[in-house]
C-alpha cells in the first residue's frame, strides 16, 4: 500500500505530469520491495510554496508504507531526490521528504484493512 505525494511550484504539462508519475510509482516499488500493483502516487503542481524564503524550484513528498524500513529512509530520499532532479529539475537541497509507517489496522482497502 506504498502512497507517495508530490507537490511542487513546477508547472507541468500533462504529458510529463503522466512521465513523473510513471516513474515514481516504479522507483517507489522498487525501493521498498513491492508489487507495483499496491503503489498509489499523486501529484499536485503548480502549487504556491515557497523555500528557506524563495519560490525557486522545490518539491514537498510524503512516502507513507506500511512496514516502512526506518533504516533505508536515507536510501528512499536520494532515490527520490534525484527523481525530482531529474524529472523536475529541482536540486536536492529544495526537496523535503515526510516518510510515515502507519500501523496495519490503520490502512483501509477493498472493504478492510491490512
Given amino acids: 500500500m506504498p502512497y507517495l505525494q508530490i507537490q511542487t511550484n513546477r508547472e507541468l504539462a500533462t504529458d510529463r505530469q503522466r512521465e513523473l508519475l510513471t516513474e515514481a510509482s516504479r522507483c517507489v516499488a522498487e525501493q521498498l520491495g513491492k508489487p507495483e500493483s499496491y503503489v498509489m502516487v499523486s501529484m499536485q503542481d503548480a502549487r504556491p510554496m515557497?523555500?528557506?524564503?524563495?519560490?525557486?524550484?522545490?518539491?514537498?513528498?510524503?512516502?507513507?508504507?506500511?512496514?516502512?524500513?526506518?533504516?533505508?529512509?536515507?536510501?528512499?530520499?536520494?532515490?527520490?531526490?534525484?527523481?525530482?532532479?531529474?524529472?523536475?529539475?529541482?536540486?536536492?537541497?529544495?526537496?523535503?521528504?515526510?516518510?510515515a509507517g502507519p500501523e496495519r489496522h490503520m490502512w483501509g482497502w477493498n472493504e478492510a484493512t491490512f
Fill in 50 to 99: 515557497l523555500f528557506a524564503g524563495s519560490d525557486a524550484p522545490l518539491a514537498y513528498l510524503e512516502l507513507k508504507s506500511l512496514g516502512l524500513p526506518e533504516n533505508k529512509t536515507a536510501e528512499f530520499s536520494k532515490a527520490l531526490c534525484e527523481l525530482m532532479q531529474a524529472k523536475l529539475g529541482i536540486e536536492p537541497n529544495r526537496v523535503y521528504i515526510e516518510f
